[in-house]
């Protein structure tokens, strides 16, 4: 529970702390990505565990918080995580098994309450509002989740427990890492006005500066300011936004995860590339990985879009609405070649490229278009049949001929 005056203490299950006026949690995996590949090797158990990209262009995914107390952090460059804790263990990550944990996370969140909203793979609001009768208050919930965490998948989480998402969402991040923290609503000023203003959701780095620059270093500096005042330094909206927020008044409820409106994949090149061959070749392999990710969902894209990253970082994004949603790899990229070709780059270094699936529908709910004169068994056949050997003999299994690069040629980073 937060007590005023400025300690941080763990609710333990055995207390009889009520969690007055709280209906709303905020769990986050504490390192999640590392958790689990820590659960998998427990050798490396207590040891500094980066999860990242290797070689020049990686960066780190996840830290456990052995290497964060070197000063590593999720986004760096991997080669200087490695300088400021050269004893760390760096693994390549596995995306399929933290998915399968994730499920599972989220499986129990939705046995206590239908009112789940994730945010990623590693954390979700709850409201546990309708709850209470079985599981108790909103404290005892946020302990039963810990513990089943722990016990069903052998990592650890952090709870924040509140009347609000803004503030259950800073008092999980306060509890890091195996805590929980629960500010009551009388609780929250106190809570609140001691943060800095880059605290508040919504405050960059730019926003902070101006911030500063008028004298407003916390969050309680900041809710004394009158909101006209910031209205006038930061805009209508973003000065009232920030006004509310000091005053934790955040009237967002909680929202059950809706499907999801759009899946893609990009990869940054080991080298900066210039070849139109490499780019395409690149872009059909994004574009064969989401159509698999679409089919996996029974999901179909109505838009494509491209993203392009250059050597000196500037970023464009393109897209196209198609003439019928698809889930058909060779369509993705059609369409993310010819958005690509349309650029008309003159052998421009690019660093990154991505292929996006946009403004989603079910599968089973759009009607498919039937071409004049087309064999009855076309190019989607062809992917599923391929779907089909990915799940028997592993991903990769059939692929375009296209995509069997020579030993050598330049490919993404850490590949």
């Not at 789940?116 to 909103?138: C, I, K, M, S, Y």
């Not at 500010?183 to 609140?192: D, I, K, S, T």
């Not at 494509?304 to 609405?321: C, G, L, P, W």
């Not at 003439?323 to 993310?336: F, R």
């Amino acid at each position: 529970m937060f007590d005023p005056r400025g300690s941080v203490r763990e609710v333990g299950v055995g207390e009889s702390v009520r969690a007055a006026g709280c209906t709303v949690l905020h769990v986050d995996m504490d390192a999640f990505f590392a958790s689990v590949e820590v659960r998998r090797h427990p050798e490396l158990a207590g040891t500094p565990v980066i999860v990242g990209g290797v070689g020049n262009r990686g960066v780190v995914t996840s830290a456990t918080y052995e290497a964060r107390r070197y000063g590593v952090h999720a986004a760096m460059p991997t080669a200087r995580a490695l300088r400021l804790c050269p004893t760390a263990t760096v693994l390549p990550g596995d995306m399929a098994l933290y998915s399968e944990v994730s499920r599972a996370v989220m499986a129990l969140f939705r046995s206590i309450t239908p009112l789940v909203e994730p945010l990623g793979l590693d954390e979700a609001f709850l409201d546990v509002a309708g709850a209470g009768r079985r599981l108790g208050d909103a404290a005892q919930i946020g302990e039963y989740i810990r513990a089943r965490v722990v016990d069903e998948q052998g990592i650890t989480c952090s709870v924040g427990v509140a009347g609000t998402k803004f503030v259950a969402k800073l008092a999980s991040t306060r509890a890091k890492p195996d805590g929980m923290l629960v500010v009551r609503p009388p609780e929250v000023m106190g809570f609140l006005h001691p943060l800095p203003v880059s605290a508040l959701w919504g405050v960059g780095p730019k926003t902070e500066e101006t911030l500063l620059r008028l004298g407003l270093r916390t969050v309680g500096d900041l809710a004394h300011v009158p909101a006209q005042t910031l209205q006038r330094a930061l805009g209508a909206a973003a000065g009232t936004h920030l006004h509310e927020l000091a005053w934790g008044r955040d009237p967002r409820r909680v929202v059950p995860d809706e499907p999801e409106r759009s899946t893609g994949a990009e990869e940054t090149f080991a080298t900066d590339v210039d070849d139109p061959v490499v780019v395409h070749r690149e872009l059909l392999r994004l574009a064969e990985r989401t159509a698999g990710r679409l089919r996996s969902t029974g999901s179909l894209a109505r838009t494509v879009s491209i993203k392009v990253r250059f050597a000196d970082f500037a970023t464009i994004t393109r897209s196209r609405t198609l003439g019928a949603p698809t889930d058909v790899g060779q369509e993705l990229y059609d369409t993310a070649r010819a958005l690509y070709d349309a650029l008309g780059l003159d052998r421009a270094r690019i660093r990154l490229v991505g292929v996006r699936a946009e403004r989603l529908v079910e599968a089973g709910s759009a009607p498919r278009q039937l071409e004049l004169g087309a064999r009855e068994h076309g190019r989607r056949e062809a992917e599923l049949a391929a779907d089909r050997a990915a799940r028997r003999f592993g991903a990769g299994a059939v692929r375009p001929a296209t995509l069997l690069r020579r030993a050598g040629s330049p490919g993404p980073a850490g590949r």
